[in-house]
């Protein structure tokens, strides 16, 4: 079964805003066992879209239809496609209660235009779009061959009729339609295989020596588990997904379960977490589990590990705060950095970055610290010590471990890497002091 | 003129990495007076390729293709594009050249598969990539009505040859290949128009205000300079827009040189910097005119504040350091807010965070400081200070400023929200205690 994604905005097609809405709908449509085979990004223009649906309904059975959904006149998506299905407009009382109620949460006056988002096309299903105005519209193609214009289609994978929608814009409005509605609309109506994905975290073993030491349990795996390895910054994710029919999904998440049960004893000692996306997740989540908590000080990443910590809700749970010590007055004042530790050997160096973590850690009160000092550049490089030279630490109340790293002169990529390896250090050095217990 | 844009690559297809090309190059186009009428995402699919390649050529003057450059064999847009321009491959000397330069300096050995990476199709003109492996491919068809395979399509506007274009799918080497080789050339290939933009940003005075107060400076303004008015978070963009013949740079120029000029007595009061993109570079530039310094105290924005200044290069010259607050024992230790503070009216409070102000502002030996406190959720509210409260001061040696602002549920947005707000507030106090001379 095959989907196609149309983003429809001037603002998309001029590179104002960056089009995150494919990328994220391709995710939720590959995990629910859909494929993608293209996506498209169109101005709001009558012909450009008209063009585009038939041609995305001769490719695929679903057409994911984003934007063009606003009450300003440069906003014709709705219009548009009431027009190719020949339908006309009528104002949905389920669709005005919303907008109403979010008018009235707003303290807003709801005026003529603004009502005029609560009419949809009589053809089509309104879906409630809770946390916006613009209702999501499903439209269902009468026959599975022909569009009502008379377009050839090729018949769908199940023979259901093919299926356009038409969402907002908005990325959170889009992605909690998606979740909440489409996703499982498209599941139900094409009678979809039950996809289930489940990923195991992994540190401190390669690639290849890891694949040796499962091989046995991999060949046992049922055949409906298939697994992939996906390297990732700072840790390895193995993805197990399991694949089977409309109605097996009760099975499917046994087996799953099952097949991760008897990965532990195996391969126990190096799995760091499950079902986590992201590197500062792993680290929150390594955190909590220790009960331990964790301060940091920065230099050349600037707040960029703060900040990764507390846009994840619940960091007040592990993380005490931090110090940028962006100048050296700051790594003295601030840290206890030694003045003659800066002037010996300057502010990228081991003897300083180690005093910057446990400075931090002891001045905050945190079980463990991180810290980070570096050139980012493109400006401030010696012969001795170049654009790209990073020097970390990772303390306890034990000790303090640094390490050197070396990047290239590009400063965000810089300060992305710095970080993902005080990840991996940290994470390492909680775990190796708080070992995961055995299920 | 019309471009099309042709983003190739299965990890955008399903997702797994954004697609950030397709708006960095809109921009660039639209900047230099290239209009784009489409863009596409497709798999490293060999189908695919020649039919979106035959129906973007239809559709425009040139199309620009990223992506499916890799020595791996899943990458496959070289071989396409060779055969769908009855070409053949070769090793490119200077491409030869660029790999071995850029294998020696990286240390490693030059494999039979990494040397294909300099192969390209003889019909093309090779355009070096000098910092990645994967060289850039000019082809023009042979005739302005026809494809090499016959498909007809329509003549460019210039009667100019049309253009495909074959870029490396990583994004600075993408983007280092438009500014420098492939804008210029399709400008000179084209006889494009020449368009210059001037960005003037402005704050203090709403939109409808300006324009009246602008307004006869406006109709002044030669007819080949158009104005748009862009509200921004935080600020006002006045974009001027220069257009004018192939021929007309320097007269263009001049003229955007004298509108600028004339605009200062009317309106200098209210202008803040000109051609930044965003806050944090507006706030770079005011700290370093003003020759002052700052400092950052950050609960809820967790570091954020602190990550936007120093993702900037050169923010040593004005910025401190700053401290993440996260616990209120950090904001009691590190950055002096009282206990009794704390107990009596929370750590979300006005008196908190112009303590933290005036705290890091003083601790860290700083001209300014900004501080935020509140409660970004999704937990953490109570019916007095619910979801989305927050606190931001701005403090110097004269005094502290502070303001309370309230946000939704919605943890990311707030956190922006916040950084914005206190930019704002920032640039505002400076630029009073350090008014901009007339030119």
Redesign the interface.
Same mark, same amino acid.
């Given at each position: 079964m095959k989907a196609t994604i149309l983003n429809i905005g001037d603002e998309? &097609? /001029?590179?104002? !805003? @960056?089009? +995150?809405n494919?990328? #994220?709908?391709?995710?939720?449509l590959?995990a629910a066992g859909i494929d !993608?085979?293209? +996506?498209?990004? /169109? *101005?709001d223009n009558g012909a450009?879209i008209n063009f585009y649906l038939r041609h995305c309904l001769e490719r695929s059975d679903v057409v994911l239809i984003t934007g063009g959904l606003g009450p300003t006149k440069d906003d014709i998506t709705k219009k548009t496609l009431c027009d190719f299905f020949h339908s006309e407009l009528y104002e949905n009382e389920e669709a005005l209660a919303n907008v109403k109620r979010i008018f009235d949460a707003r303290g807003y006056e709801l005026t003529p235009i603004n009502r005029q988002q609560a009419w949809v096309p009589r053809c089509c299903t309104m879906i409630n779009n809770v946390v916006g105005t613009a209702p999501c519209m499903w439209f269902e193609l009468p026959q599975a061959n022909e569009s009502p214009d008379g377009v050839n289609t090729h018949p769908t994978s199940q023979n259901s009729p093919k299926v356009v929608v038409s969402m907002p814009g908005v990325p959170?409005e889009m992605v909690n339609l998606m979740e909440t509605e489409i996703i499982p609309r498209l599941q139900q109506h094409f009678r979809t295989d039950q996809i289930i994905n489940k990923n195991i975290l992994v540190q401190g073993i390669g690639e290849s020596f890891l694949s040796d030491l499962i091989e046995p349990w991999e060949l046992a795996l049922p055949k409906s588990i298939r697994l992939a390895y996906l390297p990732q910054a700072g840790m390895l994710k193995l993805r197990l997904t399991a694949r089977g029919g409309h109605n097996e999904r009760p099975q499917l998440e046994q087996q799953i379960a099952d097949a991760v049960k008897s990965l532990y004893p195996i391969a126990g000692q190096y799995i760091v977490g499950e079902d986590l996306e992201s590197l500062p997740e792993l680290v929150a989540y390594t955190m909590k589990r220790a009960g331990k908590t964790l301060a +940091?000080a920065?230099s050349c990443? =600037?707040? $960029? &590990? $703060?900040?990764? &910590?507390? $846009?994840l809700?619940?960091?007040?749970e592990y993380?005490?705060? =931090? @110090?940028?010590?962006?100048?050296n007055?700051?790594k003295e004042?601030?840290l206890g950095v030694s003045h003659d530790t800066l002037a010996a050997h300057g502010a990228v160096s081991e003897e300083t970055v180690r005093q910057m973590a446990d400075g931090v850690r002891q #001045? &905050? =009160?945190a079980d463990y610290a991180v810290a980070t000092t570096g050139i980012?550049?493109? *400006? =401030?490089g010696t012969p001795q010590k170049p654009v790209g030279t990073v020097w970390i630490a990772v303390a306890n109340a034990e000790g303090v471990t640094a390490r050197l790293l070396k990047f290239g002169d #590009? #400063?965000?990529q810089t300060?992305e890497r710095t970080c993902n390896a005080v990840w991996s250090e940290l994470i390492k050095l909680v775990n190796q002091n708080n070992p995961v217990k055995p299920l």
């Open positions: 998309l &097609l /001029i590179g104002q !805003v @960056v089009n +995150t494919a990328s #994220r709908m391709s995710q939720m590959i !993608v085979c293209g +996506t498209y990004v /169109i *101005g450009d959170f +940091t920065e990443t =600037g707040g $960029a &590990l $703060a900040s990764q &910590l507390t $846009a809700a619940g960091a007040s993380y005490k705060g =931090g @110090v940028v010590a962006y100048s007055e700051v004042c601030a #001045r &905050l =009160g980012a550049g493109p *400006g =401030g #590009r #400063r965000a300060i």
